[in-house]
């Protein structure tokens, strides 16, 4: 019966959004738009913070870097705007070894300030960078002349393949291993669980999907400047959309990314007042309902919309 | 005689940064709290002197004796009311907490104040003071004098009276020091609000030092954390050690590189930190 139930839910979503283009106008496109990439990059948050115990305030370093590349590849060395956007998610994923190897030795909330440095290094080292026009930022011309529903098409198969990503993760042998790291470094070494490598796969994946919906962020707007892509605000809306919608839920991200639409569109008019709210809304959910919508649903209703969990039989 | 110069004004600094790093190593070191919005305090307090204090006529230094209670009852109430329910439950909670307090409050200085620079008008800010040879200016002594008398306050604080004790039994086992009297969350309230408090005063010295906005919060967290990693986790004196290195490199990028590299320098001593010495210069507890 829930099986029924869960498929009618998955045909009906997916029926709605590719069907889209019949029936909805521009306004409904780049509303969706806006929330698949943000809820591709709450769920890559999510794979880190509620997955793999890695939480960090670095993942804008990724958005910034993915939007680079694709800006780099494509205005400077005349390459196509799609496998410039591919090779977005190669780059971020190479350069999160190395940095995932540095931050590493930093634990818990000290991992994730140090990452934050990281970001904040390129940051700084790409508003100083003549190549990519310091401050001010490069247009990215061949962008402008890409069909408004290839992008949409785009960004609605990187939210649903980010989340088909995780679950296919968390169902593996991999993912096991990364939720006994999460739940006790120790107890899991001690069963053979190779730490250091499987937090280091987890990162590079983060990075990898981070980058390559932020080169899709780029392909949109298309206009970059190192203090907008490099903006720690990237991980204030990731741990919002984590937060409210769920930690370690894989549908969190996504109830989350809408609802972070929603605030959004109520108070476009003020950017601090909205950072208020969004500030404000993840103090009160922590406290007070810390598992976040999914989480109280799953509690409440015993119901999730993608299984994860393994149950003894009978 | 330039790089003498450039030296001896990172010392200087460094008292300054040394005391933005003590308040996050206190609340580090009693409850094992990263809170990011330590930073935010620091501007917070600069705000409420030169934009709630100052303008009333107040001479800077009554307005400074209300500036630091006044910090410490915000530090208290915050660990009370928001941050108290977060410890023992993982890494997450506090760190979701304390970003979306810095997030409250940096906004919310936005819209009360705006955007625009501050700083506060002392006479130390242009004054020069001949130091064997070359001239410093004055308020980059006043920075270093302070912080160190700061640094000495919280040692024999901590090392001489019941207080301390008191905090640093906390500190190594709040179950044992509980069965002996101390309630650990009024130690964890007192602790909140001493890093406050010193953040209040680091934040009046940085008021008078250079300008300041409501987004500088992050930057200050950024280098206060530098500072308490690089000089050692769980080390007081390392945390001011920490913050002379910090200070220096970047005045050093800043002379060899241009004014947009001073960041950046201090963030690579930062890295280059982790890199070859993970625990600090002067370690006390594995990170």
Excluded at chain 1, 142 to 169: E, H, K
Excluded at chain 1, 286 to 294: E, F, K, R, T, Y
Aim: glycine share 12%.
């Amino acid at each position: 019966m829930s099986a029924l139930v869960r498929l009618v839910i998955l045909g009906g979503g997916a029926l709605a959004l590719i069907t889209l283009p019949l029936w909805g106008d521009e306004g409904t496109r780049s509303t969706l738009i806006f929330l698949s990439y943000h809820a591709a990059m709450a769920q890559m948050w999510n794979l880190l913070a509620g997955y793999a115990g890695l939480v960090t305030f670095g993942q804008q370093l990724y958005v910034g870097l993915g939007c680079y590349t694709l800006a780099v590849l494509c205005e400077r060395l005349g390459l196509g705007v799609w496998p410039s956007f591919a090779l977005a998610a190669l780059v971020c994923g190479l350069a999160a070894v190395p940095i995932g190897a540095l931050t590493f030795r930093l634990k818990g909330g000290y991992f994730a300030v140090g990452s934050w440095v990281v970001a904040e290094v390129f940051r700084l080292l790409f508003g100083n960078w003549e190549y990519v026009g310091f401050a001010s930022g490069m247009f990215i011309r061949a962008a402008r002349r890409v069909d408004p529903w290839a992008i949409y098409f785009v960004a609605v198969g990187l939210a649903v393949g980010s989340l088909a990503l995780v679950v296919a993760m968390l169902r593996s042998r991999a993912g096991l291993a990364l939720m006994a790291v999460r739940d006790g470094e120790e107890a899991a070494a001690g069963l053979g669980v190779d730490v250091w490598r499987i937090k280091l796969v987890a990162f590079v994946v983060a990075a990898a999907g981070t980058g390559l919906a932020s080169a899709l962020v780029a392909v949109q707007t298309p206009f970059i400047q190192p203090n907008a892509a490099f903006s720690i605000q990237w991980v204030a809306a990731a741990s919002f959309m984590v937060v409210v919608g769920g930690l370690g839920t894989v549908e969190g991200p996504i109830i989350g990314a809408a609802i972070y639409v929603l605030v959004q569109e109520q108070l476009s008019g003020s950017g601090a007042l909205n950072l208020v709210v969004l500030g404000a809304t993840s103090v009160i959910v922590m406290l007070v309902a810390p598992q976040g919508i999914a989480g109280l649903v799953r509690d409440r209703l015993a119901w999730t919309q993608f299984p994860i969990a393994r149950r003894p039989p009978g | 005689m330039e790089l003498i110069e450039t030296l001896v004004n990172g010392v200087l600094l460094g008292g300054l940064y040394g005391l933005v790093g003590l308040g996050l190593s206190v609340n580090f070191g009693i409850m094992r709290l990263v809170h990011l919005a330590h930073g935010d305090f620091v501007v917070l307090g600069a705000y409420f002197l030169v934009v709630g204090l100052v303008p009333l006529g107040l001479p800077p230094l009554a307005a400074a004796a209300l500036v630091v209670p006044g910090m410490f009852a915000l530090g208290w109430l915050v660990q009370r009311a928001i941050i108290e329910r977060t410890l023992g439950r993982g890494v997450l909670p506090p760190l979701i907490v304390t970003f979306g307090i810095s997030m409250v409050l940096q906004n919310a200085l936005l819209l009360w104040v705006n955007a625009d620079a501050r700083t506060l008008h002392t006479p130390l800010a242009s004054a020069g003071v001949p130091v064997g040879g070359i001239t410093v200016p004055a308020i980059r002594l006043v920075d270093f004098a302070v912080g160190l008398v700061c640094l000495v306050v919280l040692l024999l604080l901590l090392a001489r009276t019941a207080l301390g004790r008191a905090l640093r039994a906390t500190s190594d086992d709040p179950e044992t020091a509980r069965m002996m009297g101390i309630d650990p969350r009024r130690m964890y309230a007192v602790a909140a609000g001493i890093a406050a408090a010193l953040g209040g005063v680091a934040g009046m010295l940085l008021a008078a030092t250079s300008t300041f906005y409501p987004s500088t919060g992050s930057e200050v967290l950024l280098i206060a954390f530098e500072v308490v990693v690089v000089g050692g986790l769980g080390s007081v004196t390392g945390t001011f050690v920490g913050g002379i290195l910090m200070a220096v490199a970047q005045l050093l990028g800043a002379r060899f590189f241009g004014p947009s590299y001073a960041l950046v320098a201090g963030h690579m001593v930062f890295l280059l930190v982790l890199l070859f010495r993970p625990r600090g210069l002067m370690p006390r507890t594995a990170p």
